[in-house]
């Protein structure tokens, strides 16, 4: 019977070496890769996420519309304030002087904005450096005052002339008074109704109306010429040249008014003259 021959013991140590070699090695490589070494720390990065945020520039990007700015106010000019024409100049400038006030104060005034005053002021007008006045009043009627008034100084005089037309019925007043109304405290001198080539002049008490005194009887000749001197203390009167001087009348007040006007009569009445060569000081 013959003998079967088989792999020698040599090769199947050597074979059965080989594959424990191999599986070490796989088993080997499986624990390393899902048991990491404890020792072993790995860095954990945590990556923050921001939103942009615009940053503004001086410079606009390529293909981006140009920003307009943002409109900026002008500043209004501011209006200079237009002085009175002065006492004294006005007249010459064919102006009334919106330092005149008219009176009674009912009267419709308009101040031009150029220191004068629209005219005519009722029934006054300046032209050729006189103050112009007509003023008339038919049929029955009361007793009514009309004039203008201007702001003294504290101390000075003033001087001017009257010149008369007509004065039927009505009294041409001139005076200073202490507030710019005729029922206040004042110096008052007329030239009462009548002929106005010859008349008197005569100091009336405003209140009452009563007459005080009065001068001689005086020509008009190139017109009646007036002065009054004041002071903080009083005002007087004179009729010039010489004529007639009043007493000092009391009027201790830092604000005077000088005051041009007339008072008509009851019933019916005409005035018309002018007030020239007006001169403060």
Excluded: H
């Excluded at 199947?12 to 424990?20: E, Y």
């Excluded at 037309?165 to 009294?171: S, T």
């Excluded at 405003?206 to 007459?211: A, G, K, N, S």
């Amino acid at each position: 019977m013959s003998e079967k021959k088989g792999m020698s013991p040599e090769i199947v140590a050597a074979l059965i070496g080989v594959a424990g070699t191999i599986a070490v090695a796989v088993l080997f490589n499986n624990q390393s890769q899902s048991s990491p070494d404890p020792t072993t720390q790995v860095p954990i990065v945590i990556t923050a996420t921001f939103e942009p945020t615009a940053v503004p520039t001086d410079t606009v990007p390529p293909g981006e519309p140009t920003s307009t700015p943002a409109p900026t106010n002008t500043p209004e000019p501011t209006p200079t304030e237009v002085q009175p024409v002065a006492l004294g100049q006005d007249w010459a400038q064919g102006c009334i002087s919106s330092l005149w006030q008219a009176y009674p104060p009912s009267l419709t005034v308009i101040d031009k904005g150029d220191g004068c005053l629209q005219e005519p002021v009722y029934v006054f007008a300046a032209d050729n450096g006189a103050l112009s006045f007509i003023g008339s009043r038919g049929g029955a009627g009361s007793v009514e005052d009309y004039g203008l008034f201007a702001p003294l100084p504290e101390s000075g005089s003033v001087t001017f002339k009257i010149s008369l037309k007509d004065l039927n019925n009505v009294d041409l007043w001139v005076g200073v008074f202490d507030e710019a109304d005729v029922k206040s405290n004042g110096l008052l001198m007329t030239i009462p109704a009548g002929n106005v080539k010859k008349r008197s002049i005569t100091i009336k008490d405003p209140f009452t109306y009563e007459t005080k005194d009065s001068s001689a009887t005086v020509d008009q000749g190139s017109g009646f010429s007036l002065t009054f001197n004041f002071n903080n203390l009083s005002v007087t009167g004179n009729v010039n040249p010489f004529v007639f001087v009043t007493n000092p009348f009391p009027l201790p007040s830092a604000n005077k008014w000088l005051y041009f006007g007339y008072r008509g009569l009851s019933g019916s009445y005409r005035i018309e003259g002018s007030i020239f060569d007006f001169v403060i000081e």
